[in-house]
């Protein structure tokens, strides 16, 4: 009767756990580097159009019901490409987002010079790259994490980016985490740049957490 039970408890826990990993919109993540209080800066798209701090490098960009839409434009011949100019270095970020039609979402940080590295998320899963310095014939972009699950395009999910000193840390709230260590990811950053290949992506809930202040 004991081992009944014990089996029925297992059995329980297997088809409750999936559940603990379901992914929402605007969930709180626990840091794994960092504390944070308040965020220093946060975003709702509860404007009709995007304020002074958002530079629209490629694609289109709006704000509809309460959202930021993103699309690529074929006539850019370039992903669409948005930029949140927010100057870091260690800092904290926290946004959710709904892949639609989107074949990725890169969540990318530059430093003065050019590219630094970027979070890359698909329907397949996550990983976290350095980017290659166009300037040196010899750079060549480093891989140091990968995460791989299904991702839903049309449910929406949570993402946090924790950057301190050489460290990387990304989560997404279904349970994926890359993390990864590099010398040149000590650096000053120019600000937070939204990418995406395909014909729509949503974002939300923008919250940013400046650690250097």
Same mark, same amino acid.
């Given at each position: 009767?004991?081992?009944?039970?014990?089996?029925?408890?297992?059995?329980?826990?297997?088809?409750?756990?999936?559940?603990?990993?379901?992914?929402?919109?605007?969930?709180?993540?626990?840091?794994?580097?960092?504390?944070?209080?308040?965020?220093?800066?946060?975003?709702?798209?509860?404007?009709?159009?995007?304020?002074?701090?958002?530079?629209?490098?490629?694609?289109?960009?709006?704000?509809?019901?309460?959202?930021?839409?993103?699309?690529?434009?074929?006539?850019?011949?370039?992903?669409?490409?948005?930029?949140?100019?927010?100057?870091?270095?260690?800092?904290?970020?926290?946004?959710?987002?709904? /892949? *639609?039609? =989107?074949?990725?979402?890169?969540?990318?940080?530059?430093?003065?010079? #050019?590219?630094? +590295?970027?979070?890359?998320? &698909?329907?397949?899963?996550?990983?976290?790259?350095?980017?290659?310095?166009?300037?040196?014939?010899?750079?060549?972009?480093?891989?140091?994490?990968?995460?791989?699950?299904?991702?839903?395009?049309?449910?929406?999910?949570?993402?946090?980016?924790?950057?301190?000193?050489?460290?990387?840390?990304?989560?997404?709230?279904?349970? /994926? *985490?890359? =993390?990864?260590?590099?010398?040149?990811?000590?650096?000053?950053?120019? #600000?937070?740049? +939204?990418?995406?290949?395909? &014909?729509?992506?949503?974002?939300?809930?923008?919250?940013?957490?400046?650690?250097?202040?």
């Amino acid at each position: 009767m004991m081992l009944k039970s014990i089996f029925c408890f297992c059995l329980a826990v297997m088809v409750l756990a999936p559940s603990l990993l379901q992914a929402e919109k605007n969930a709180t993540l626990k840091p794994a580097l960092v504390k944070t209080g308040q965020p220093s800066q946060s975003e709702a798209f509860d404007q009709k159009k995007l304020g002074k701090q958002w530079a629209v490098n490629k694609g289109e960009w709006t704000v509809s019901e309460d959202l930021l839409v993103g699309k690529e434009l074929p006539a850019d011949k370039h992903a669409a490409v948005l930029t949140w100019k927010l100057p870091n270095r260690n800092s904290m970020l926290r946004c959710s987002f709904q /892949l *639609k039609d =989107a074949k990725f979402f890169h969540l990318s940080l530059n430093h003065p010079k #050019g590219h630094l +590295f970027r979070v890359m998320i &698909d329907k397949n899963g996550m990983i976290l790259r350095t980017d290659k310095d166009k300037k040196d014939p010899k750079s060549k972009p480093i891989t140091l994490a990968k995460a791989q699950g299904k991702l839903d395009p049309n449910q929406w999910y949570t993402l946090q980016l924790e950057m301190q000193g050489d460290q990387v840390v990304a989560q997404l709230d279904n349970g /994926l *985490k890359v =993390a990864g260590q590099h010398p040149s990811l000590d650096s000053q950053k120019t #600000g937070y740049r +939204f990418v995406l290949k395909g &014909d729509t992506l949503l974002l939300d809930d923008m919250a940013v957490w400046n650690l250097d202040d």
